[in-house]
């Protein structure tokens, strides 16, 4: 993962993880989200865990990483003191483990990601998962996206919402004549559907 990361520009050297042993003393009774042996993961703090050991006492897992100073040095930094960029890559760049036949789902892919971080990821992880056979499925609002020339006409899925507010999905594929269709304009302009409806037209502004 340290590869990929600066791949991207981060410095990130290695990755560790930090144990500290939760301080209930001024509960009444331990928490009971968590039974023996069980970790929760994102809670209570980000790119963390929170795991009850079998003996029942409760520890908080959360990542660090080493960064690497002008003067040679490397700190260890928690990360989670890290750009929102660098969480989010942090977090998705997790889901990939190499295991084979793995489908993963992410909602709202682009957060806090840069175009060209989103499009180096995404490009990344096609790459990568070309040899175990993993899917990734997302919902993104970047309309960037859509110029992407290594995702293919029928990956691309339109969801829009009826007067009832049922969403309905419509592939990419099935509209005709798209070869030389700047697609992210097209879409903009409304003609495949699926863009927010508002009280007026912004873009006459």
């Known amino acids: 993962m340290s590869e990929r990361f600066r791949s991207f520009g981060f410095d990130l050297n290695s990755l560790s993880v930090k144990e500290e042993k939760l301080n209930l003393s001024g509960f009444d009774k331990k928490p009971d989200i968590l039974d023996k042996g069980e970790t929760v993961t994102g809670f209570p703090r980000t790119l963390g865990a929170v795991q009850m050991r079998q003996d029942g006492e409760i520890y908080e897992l959360y990542l660090r990483y080493l960064h690497k100073r002008a003067d040679g040095n490397e700190v260890s930094m928690p990360a989670e003191s890290g750009s929102g960029g660098f969480r989010r890559l942090l977090e998705l760049f997790s889901e990939f483990d190499g295991t084979s036949n793995k489908v993963i789902f992410i909602d709202e892919i682009e957060n806090s990601l840069h175009p060209l971080l989103l499009e180096g990821f995404i490009h990344n992880v ?7 056979s993993g899917q990734l499925v997302f919902v993104t609002h970047d ?63």
């Open 126 to 132: 096609l790459e990568s998962n070309l040899e175990n």
């Open 143 to 205: 309309t960037n996206i859509l110029n992407f020339d290594f995702i293919r006409s029928d990956e691309i899925q339109f969801a829009e919402k009826d007067s009832e507010w049922a969403t309905h999905l419509t592939g990419l594929a099935e509209y005709k004549d798209i070869a030389d269709l700047n697609i992210e304009n097209g879409y903009l302009k409304g003609r495949f559907g699926a863009i927010p409806m508002i009280p007026f037209d912004i873009r006459s502004k």
